[in-house]
């Protein structure tokens, strides 16, 4: 009898775990379903469809609540953000406890590239929050020396990558190409196309990596440098005066361009550091910050293309309003010129500026905001950036 009653137990118990474990297994391939789903919403770039994955009770510091995720997509698909977006399923590992679940996405180095909690909701499994990888200690990553060149600043690391063509005689010019908010060195060389034009016309081409890949550019942009108010310009003025050292630059013709938080960052240098910077022709970001006291006219060409939302003026100013604010800065009078126009591309020109400097916004007709040629434009806007900002000096 008494064997009889062990064996019901031990059968009832292996009833139970195998019930336990086979909901488990149900449960991780729905979570793997909706996750799956979710990928391919996000690669369609359908920010409606992105947001049905998302519960109703969905919160994070980043995004907010459910109501702000499809802006929250709209915006990182304008800024052509997509395709820095890695989301390889197959090295994802779920955590799960009860009806809450943990969903971590691996980069190839098995560094944590994207993490997400969801919480089952009527036999669905919805993401309710997310596992954002946290920028608080991103001073760890910057310990020790990184990118072709570095120096210290405040204990930490700023270091940058560098390419100076194989003939180059006499002095030469610098330019500084940033990448934009969350991209890295290595994106911003492969989209810009300024490496080729280092090459053509003779130029030192520096990358700077900014930390945690942001920018302080301003309170509006980019975190987490500008929440933790990095001082950048400080970086980018130590930067310059080592690679003058070391290099044979022309202190008369130093340049900056970038994309996005890299565009805002080079429009402050232009205010903050116009003692040495001699023009910035940068795409698809605004000035974020007032004129410097001590500002001294640079001339500035701002890129943006009619599909990117930046264009237009909404919590940020417009295109058109950047412009005028830099019309303002230096002190330029008269009404824009049309400089350039190719079919319904065009650019808007301040000739007459103080310290004969000019002001230029060009439009690239159903441009994105990653508004480099063979990206989201057939339009050479490296080639007219650099064309404008060479034809300056201090």
Known sequence: MKKNEMKKNIILSLLIIFSACSNKLDDNKSIMSTMMQWKQAVLSENPREISKFYSNDFFSEEIGGKEQVAEFWKIVINAGMIDGIEINLNTSEVDLNGDVAEFLIFDNEGEVEMGFILTKENKAWLISGTLSESNENYEDDYLAEYGDECIQIDGLYRCWDVHVPDKLDDKYPLVLDLHGWGDTVEDQKNISGFQSLADTFG?????????????????????PASDDDIDDVDFLRKLIEKVSNQYNIDTKRIYFTGLSNGCAMAQRMAVEASDIVSSVACIALHLLVPESQNYSPVSVMTLFG???????????????ENLNTWKEINNCEGDPKETWRSN???????????????????TINEGGHVLYQGVQTDVNTSRMAWDFISRFKK
């Open 306 to 320: 009619t599909k990117d939302d930046l264009y237009y003026p909404s919590d940020l100013p417009g295109a058109l």
């Open 344 to 362: 319904d591309h065009f650019t808007l020109t301040y000739e007459n500026c103080d310290n004969q400097t000019e002001v230029s916004l060009v």
């Open 203 to 223: 130029f030192v081409l520096v990358w700077p990596y900014g930390l945690a890949r942001s920018w302080n550019s301003g309170e509006e942009c980019c975190p």
